[in-house]
């Protein structure tokens, strides 16, 4: 049997040629016609799993990145390795350094202890105001004194728990302000005679190790530096600036109670209205001069805070001086001299530092 090797048709035995179309004819099976190609059938594209919102997917997740074992830290010009290794955790949405924690743990509860402990003067607080309007001058100075004392203890417990909210949102006020209170916690032991206290003893030691960590531990000060509610301000700028707020609202308060004794002139001697004067235009040229140094790099809010400070230091001179004199000396002229000598505060305000050092920002 033959068939047509073009159309495949069947032809005669002994054909040549096919009579449909012509062409040669071939012996054996049909011609196959060949298959046609078919595409496969399109299939849709795998997508990778969707990432949970929060979550970054990692590139070897086998291999997660190693953590630090030690760090280098300088303090006043020496460095040497931190101890602890770096340790985070997450606390309202932000990534914070365990040591900043704890820190910020330690303040909440030395301020509710405080303020727990501080319940039965705060009742007596109707009858320290009455004598602040008292027409006896003695009994007016003995309230001052009172008021002005416990104004600084209530400062003292809200500090601490301003200290630990600042803190936990990595806010270098936090920092300045924990300086504050160490300092605040030894004025009040010189006012009070409390030093010999193996609890106040304690509560100094833990503020200042507190303190010391905070400027002293790589992962605090990284945490600190770099948050963006410092605004670029060099800590330095920062530490002044908490100082002279913290102080010169108590002086406000303490003016405030002052101007009330103006009416005992005969009594309380011309050095108690001189001194009130000095300090309520020492609180004015510090409210304005901090007001400019919050906007940004204002040299002329760093000579209205340091005229500031003069004034008070002058006021404190005229009233007695002695120990509150000193300390104030101390406060203010540190607070002062970081505006002013400090390398980074310096270059913050557009000046040449008078030294180069790597721990003084």
Same mark, same amino acid.
């Given at each position: 049997?033959?068939?047509?090797?073009?159309?495949?048709?069947?032809?005669?035995?002994?054909?040549?040629?096919?009579?449909?179309?012509?062409?040669?004819?071939?012996?054996?099976?049909?011609?196959?016609?060949?298959?046609?190609?078919?595409?496969?059938?399109?299939?849709?594209?795998?997508?990778?799993?969707?990432?949970?919102?929060?979550?970054?997917?990692?590139?070897?997740?086998?291999?997660?990145?190693?953590?630090?074992?030690?760090?280098?830290?300088?303090?006043?010009?020496?460095?040497?390795?931190?101890?602890?290794?770096?340790?985070?955790?997450?606390?309202?949405?932000?990534?914070?350094?365990?040591?900043?924690?704890?820190?910020?743990?330690?303040?909440?509860?030395?301020?509710?202890?405080?303020?727990?402990?501080?319940?039965?003067?705060?009742?007596?607080?109707?009858?320290?105001?009455?004598?602040?309007?008292?027409?006896?001058?003695?009994?007016?100075?003995?309230?001052?004194?009172?008021?002005?004392?416990?104004?600084?203890?209530?400062?003292?417990?809200?500090?601490?728990?301003?200290?630990?909210? /600042? @803190?936990?949102?990595?806010?270098?006020?936090?920092? $300045?302000? =924990?300086? #504050? !209170?160490?300092?605040? &916690?030894? %004025? +009040? *032991?010189?006012?009070?005679?409390?030093?010999?206290?193996?609890?106040?003893?304690?509560?100094?030691?833990?503020?200042?190790?507190?303190?010391?960590?905070?400027?002293?531990?790589?992962?605090?000060?990284?945490?600190?530096?770099?948050?963006?509610?410092?605004?670029?301000?060099?800590?330095?700028?920062?530490?002044?600036?908490?100082?002279?707020?913290?102080?010169?609202?108590?002086?406000?308060?303490?003016?405030?109670?002052? /101007? @009330?004794?103006?009416?005992?002139?005969?009594?309380? $001697?011309? =050095?108690? #209205? !001189?001194?009130?004067? &000095?300090? %309520? +235009? *020492?609180?004015?040229?510090?409210?304005?001069?901090?007001?400019?140094?919050?906007?940004?790099?204002?040299?002329?809010?760093?000579?209205?805070?340091?005229?500031?400070?003069?004034?008070?230091?002058?006021?404190?001179?005229?009233?007695?001086?002695?120990?509150?004199?000193?300390?104030?000396?101390?406060?203010?002229?540190?607070?002062?001299?970081?505006?002013?000598?400090?390398?980074?505060?310096?270059?913050?305000?557009?000046?040449?530092?008078?030294?180069?050092?790597?721990?003084?920002?």
């Amino acid at each position: 049997m033959a068939f047509c090797g073009s159309c495949g048709s069947q032809t005669l035995e002994g054909d040549r040629f096919c009579r449909s179309c012509g062409g040669p004819t071939t012996s054996g099976a049909p011609a196959s016609i060949p298959p046609v190609a078919t595409m496969p059938a399109e299939q849709p594209p795998v997508q990778a799993a969707a990432t949970p919102i929060g979550y970054t997917r990692s590139t070897t997740p086998n291999h997660p990145a190693p953590s630090n074992t030690a760090a280098q830290t300088t303090v006043g010009g020496t460095t040497f390795t931190w101890p602890l290794p770096e340790q985070t955790m997450q606390v309202s949405g932000r990534t914070l350094p365990v040591e900043l924690v704890v820190i910020a743990a330690v303040y909440s509860v030395a301020g509710l202890w405080m303020l727990w402990q501080l319940q039965p003067l705060v009742q007596a607080i109707p009858d320290l105001l009455r004598g602040l309007f008292s027409s006896d001058s003695f009994e007016y100075s003995f309230t001052y004194l009172s008021v002005f004392l416990l104004a600084m203890v209530l400062f003292v417990g809200a500090a601490l728990l301003g200290v630990a909210y /600042l @803190l936990l949102r990595a806010d270098p006020v936090g920092r $300045g302000l =924990s300086v #504050v !209170i160490f300092l605040a &916690l030894i %004025a +009040a *032991a010189a006012a009070l005679n409390t030093s010999t206290s193996a609890l106040y003893i304690l509560i100094l030691l833990v503020s200042a190790c507190s303190t010391a960590a905070l400027f002293v531990s790589p992962w605090c000060r990284h945490a600190l530096d770099t948050s963006p509610r410092g605004d670029g301000r060099p800590t330095s700028v920062v530490l002044s600036r908490t100082l002279i707020l913290a102080f010169f609202s108590l002086l406000t308060f303490e003016t405030a109670v002052m /101007l @009330l004794g103006l009416r005992f002139t005969g009594t309380l $001697g011309a =050095s108690f #209205v !001189i001194a009130t004067v &000095l300090f %309520a +235009a *020492a609180c004015a040229l510090a409210w304005f001069g901090h007001s400019r140094l919050s906007d940004g790099p204002d040299r002329g809010g760093r000579i209205q805070v340091s005229v500031a400070a003069g004034l008070s230091l002058l006021g404190s001179a005229i009233l007695g001086g002695g120990s509150a004199w000193v300390f104030q000396l101390v406060l203010l002229g540190g607070a002062t001299a970081l505006l002013w000598a400090a390398p980074g505060a310096r270059t913050w305000f557009g000046q040449k530092p008078l030294w180069n050092s790597p721990g003084l920002s």
